[in-house]
């Protein structure tokens, strides 16, 4: 659903076009250290809760053979950083979640979703490895009302939400932030929300069939996004390069240089 709302027509060509059997060819094809990254700390903070006897980091570089030759070594440096200070940090009989609502499975008829954790009086557990921002408040606050938290509070009838920060930059801290509460009357507007855009989803499904990715609306705003550091373009970018009057939305980009280095930047999202 996130990613309908980013570009219906990226949702389309990331989870729709592939079973057409049409040609598949996303413009980049990378290593996402990132995605990377956050996967294995899920793992960890799930092991520390419901495999008791890690005490010791150093027990688990071991266990990153096979990942670490292929993340980037300041990552592996910032992971063992981090599961250090998780370990000096917390407890995993702190009751922030069960071992057995750790990784924990809810499903309705609509949505299907895997929380990190769950505490026994309602609390929802939310762990996120991220780069320092430049305001906490705000990366809280996205992540409180991230349409994530707010499937996880409907399904689970969350009474509040605990987000955790780890953070990849030095120096590698974990920040757990207050308990947020969360009201009934929340949790029945985020239903709302949730199953209007769930139905947004299903009229863009069900239209005629031949219409393919036509069904899904394309938006441009979201296809190159240029600032004054960087340039992140959409993945899917090539995929939509042949649409009729379209163009000038995906023309080439222009080079971008760094003045101090003068080197061409370039990111992808
Ligand atoms: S190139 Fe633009 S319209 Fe196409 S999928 Fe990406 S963001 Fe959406």
Request: aromatic share 12%.
């Amino acid at each position: 659903m996130s990613a309908f709302l980013e570009s219906p027509k990226s949702f389309y060509w990331q989870y729709l076009h592939a079973g057409t059997g049409l040609s598949y060819a996303p413009s980049v094809a990378r290593y996402d250290h990132d995605l990377a990254f956050g996967t294995r700390w899920a793992e960890f903070v799930d092991a520390f809760y419901t495999t008791r006897p890690i005490t010791q980091a150093s027990s688990l570089e071991a266990d990153l053979s096979g990942w670490a030759e292929k993340i980037k070594p300041t990552y592996l440096t910032s992971f063992v950083a981090l599961q250090n200070n998780y370990i000096a940090s917390f407890s995993p009989d702190d009751g922030v979640r069960t071992p057995d609502t750790s990784e924990l499975r809810l499903e309705s008829d609509r949505f299907v979703a895997r929380l990190d954790g769950l505490s026994a009086d309602g609390i929802i557990h939310e762990c996120k490895t991220t780069s320092r921002a430049p305001s906490l408040d705000m990366q809280l606050w996205r992540v409180e009302n991230s349409l994530q938290v707010k499937l996880y509070a409907v399904l689970a009838e969350a009474e509040g939400v605990r987000i955790e920060f780890a953070y990849k930059d030095s120096p590698n801290v974990v920040f757990r932030a207050p308990v947020k509460a969360i009201t009934r009357e929340q949790r029945r507007f985020w239903k709302a929300e949730l199953e209007s855009l769930w139905e947004a989803i299903q009229l863009c499904l069900h239209r005629e069939p031949a219409w393919g990715h036509a069904a899904f609306p394309c938006h441009p705003d979201g296809c190159t996004i240029v600032s004054k550091r960087f340039i992140g373009e959409c993945p899917w970018k090539s995929m939509c390069d042949g649409v009729t009057g379209a163009e000038h939305f995906y023309r080439p980009r222009p080079p971008h240089i760094d003045e101090r280095t003068g080197l061409e930047l370039h990111i992808v999202r």
